[in-house]
């Protein structure tokens, strides 16, 4: 079975372009995450969906950030201004909505914003 | 504040070796608890998903256990191997829905041939 698949697996751009960041999630699964990982902070939650609907978005830092699920298989993260502070690894997750599975986290996106 | 420390945050140990990571958790209030393992450019891959009811989840040579009253979890690898290297990282659920998982920082594991 195909896991998490995220797009592009690398991204370097400009400060100030747009950053979209794609997440396909297992299918059958019907919560869909997104983190941001850096040296500094780990492993941090941004944005969760329950069912295509975001559920929690405390975690995304900025109103540059925004996220999108449009249907149950596809999701965008997108980043607009991007900023080198932006700089990091960006996973998506996917589980089934019953607490009682693990994530199955995608290979990430390594942005750099210069 | 909910935090999720693991200490150390690296350890090095000769092949063979029977080997323990350490996870604490500052909120005993907890659904369930997870161990994860991540290769360097790769994402988590989840080992051992440990609920609150449980004490102790069992996969292979990995052995996680949970003490909820102390705040305390622990993964055991059994005859370490080279191909163990990577970083473990745990992760406390406190919503029930695995929308709200705190990570720790990890530990970076290295096993010695």
């Known amino acids: 079975d195909a896991g998490v698949i995220q797009s592009p697996r690398h991204e370097v751009t400009e400060m100030g372009q747009e950053v979209t960041l794609r997440c396909k999630p297992i299918s059958g699964h019907n919560s869909l995450f997104w983190y941001r990982q850096t040296m500094m902070r780990g492993l941090e939650l941004l944005i969760y969906f329950n069912n295509n609907v975001p559920i929690d978005d405390s975690g995304m830092p900025e109103d540059r950030f925004s996220a999108k699920m449009p249907n149950a298989s596809f999701s965008t993260l997108k980043i607009q201004p991007s900023e080198p502070r932006d700089s990091a690894v960006y996973f998506c997750?996917?589980?089934?909505?019953?607490?009682?599975?693990?994530?199955?986290f995608g290979d990430g996106t390594r942005l750099s914003i210069l | 504040k909910q935090e999720v420390t693991q200490i150390p945050a690296a350890l090095s140990v000769p092949e063979g070796e029977n080997l323990v990571l350490n996870c604490s958790f500052t909120d005993s209030a907890i659904y369930n608890l997870q161990w994860f393992r991540q290769d360097p450019g790769k994402g988590l891959t989840s080992l051992l998903l440990i609920q609150s009811s449980q004490r102790e989840q069992t996969s292979g040579r990995l052995n996680a256990s949970l003490d909820k009253s102390s705040g305390r979890s622990t993964l055991y690898i059994a005859a370490s191997q080279p191909g163990d290297s990577a970083t473990y990282l745990c992760a406390v659920d406190y919503g029930g829905s695995q929308g709200n998982l705190i990570f720790g920082k990890g530990t970076k594991l290295s096993v010695k041939p």
């Open positions: 997750a996917s589980s089934l909505a019953d607490g009682l599975g693990a994530q199955h």
